[in-house]
């Protein structure tokens, strides 16, 4: 109690500094500086609905692995309605484009008791469902106060992660104590979560729902369309191959480039689709682009259907819209996952492999350890620690389209394999939602 007091106390204090940085991050990304009132807790009074399942997604990332549970929980349950939260712009945007008015969105409470209170008090959910990592204090001893469950789905927890709650034990083993089930990707991390205090029988592991992704056919019809926009090019006189740098963070780019740089004196047919993280870094990396004399074009002004065929001129395509990047995996031969040259940890790298895509990374893969180990293992991937090691294994694959084609089919064959956690997870959400249901 003593502990959760000075860290609600800590919070109040920095306050300013939350706010400074809240309207710093809105002068590169001006929808920061929209809703603020719901940050505290003033949302729209949902209590005359329909009860609410709440689901908490941090991001973009985690909003997209969640788009199947919600599914599930829509179907399954069509007696609720799903409220989702997120912290960023971006995965509000995610949330509107992908379930229109099927989902309500507002963004997450600080984690301060009184306006999570608020927060609480106007949508009185029966059930919260934290996507992945977000162990917040004050937020889940008020669930608890309140006996509504939460359950902790699709858990991951880093090494470094974990070191860093282990920094605040007393705080992380109450808000532990709180929850009322963890369902961990893999065995590594729910021995993690249970060194920090997780009790065993609250522990289920049931892998990662990414598995689970479907591949709608209006996204593998555009895919097709658009693999054909981009290889098709008749300025070489073959095929393009098309190589995706996806989701990079600073850092990255001017790597890849150098990279890009070397492979196109051999291959001057190769493209190279460059999709930063963030949507503030469009506009720069189209500038560092530019800056070295690429050809290059933002994906939002090509024409794709009514053009037919991407200009040999181009020499790189920068991916500035949001929400297309499992097309562009669909489209593309080689694939990139960005936040592993830098120290970020990863990204999915799930999507490629349900392409059945060749997948390369840079060594920073701790978001994402134990699949980056099993696609390894299964020759599915390359890790690389360095940009030449990179420019190495990129010029194997290019030179071998039958080996791009091997690693591809390995990759989606430890997609298929991995599939099936999100009806496990379906099982384990089932009491918690009969229940509320009586």
């Not at 989702?84 to 712009?89: K, L, R, V």
């Not at 740098?245 to 047919?269: M, N, W």
Request: hydrophobic share 45%; charged share 20%; glycine share 6%.
């Amino acid at each position: 109690m003593i502990y959760r007091l000075a860290y609600s106390l800590s919070l109040y204090l920095l306050l300013p500094v939350v706010l400074i940085r809240l309207w710093w991050r809105s002068l590169k990304a001006p929808a920061y500086r929209l809703r603020w009132r719901e940050r505290f807790g003033y949302c729209p009074d949902y209590t005359g609905s329909k009860p609410l399942v709440w689901i908490h997604a941090v991001s973009v990332g985690e909003t997209l692995a969640a788009v199947p549970l919600v599914h599930a929980i829509q179907q399954g349950y069509p007696g609720y309605r799903v409220i989702m939260t997120t912290t960023t712009p971006t995965g509000s945007d995610r949330v509107r484009a992908v379930f229109g008015d099927g989902v309500e969105h507002v963004y997450f409470p600080y984690d301060l008791p009184d306006a999570v209170r608020r927060f609480l008090d106007r949508t009185r959910p029966v059930i919260a469902i934290i996507m992945e990592t977000e162990l917040w204090p004050n937020t889940l001893n008020a669930c608890a106060k309140r006996k509504i469950p939460v359950v902790l789905a699709n858990a991951r927890l880093s090494e470094k992660s974990a070191r860093g709650y282990q920094r605040f034990a007393f705080l992380t083993r109450d808000a532990l104590q709180n929850l009322s089930c963890v369902a961990a990707q893999n065995a590594v991390d729910g021995q993690r979560f249970r060194r920090l205090g997780l009790p065993e029988e609250k522990l289920s592991v049931i892998g990662s729902i990414k598995f689970d992704l479907e591949i709608a056919e209006a996204d593998r019809l555009a895919a097709a369309r658009l693999k054909r926009f981009w290889s098709a090019s008749g300025a070489f006189n073959t095929v393009r191959t098309v190589w995706l740098a996806a989701s990079t963070h600073p850092g990255e780019d001017e790597r890849l480039l150098e990279v890009y740089k070397t492979l196109k004196q051999r291959y001057p047919a190769l493209l190279l689709v460059l999709v930063p993280r963030h949507p503030e870094r469009f506009q720069p990396v189209f500038s560092l682009c530019q800056s070295q004399n690429w050809r290059v074009e933002n994906y939002s002004e090509l024409d794709v259907i009514k053009d037919g065929v991407l200009s040999g001129e181009v020499d790189i395509v920068i991916g500035n819209t949001m929400g297309e990047l499992l097309r562009f995996y669909g489209a593309a031969d080689i694939a990139f996952v960005g936040g592993s040259l830098v120290p970020v940890g990863g990204h999915n790298l799930v999507e490629p492999a349900v392409w059945a895509l060749p997948i390369l990374a840079g060594p920073h893969l701790h978001n994402f350890s134990d699949m980056a180990r099993s696609l390894l293992r299964d020759q599915a991937m390359f890790v690389c620690d360095s940009v030449p090691m990179l420019e190495e294994h990129l010029f194997t694959l290019l030179e071998h389209p039958a080996l791009c084609e091997q690693m591809g089919q390995k990759a989606l064959a430890f997609a298929e394999k991995n599939r099936g956690s999100l009806q496990r997870l379906n099982e384990l959400l089932a009491p918690y939602l009969a229940n509320a249901n009586a």
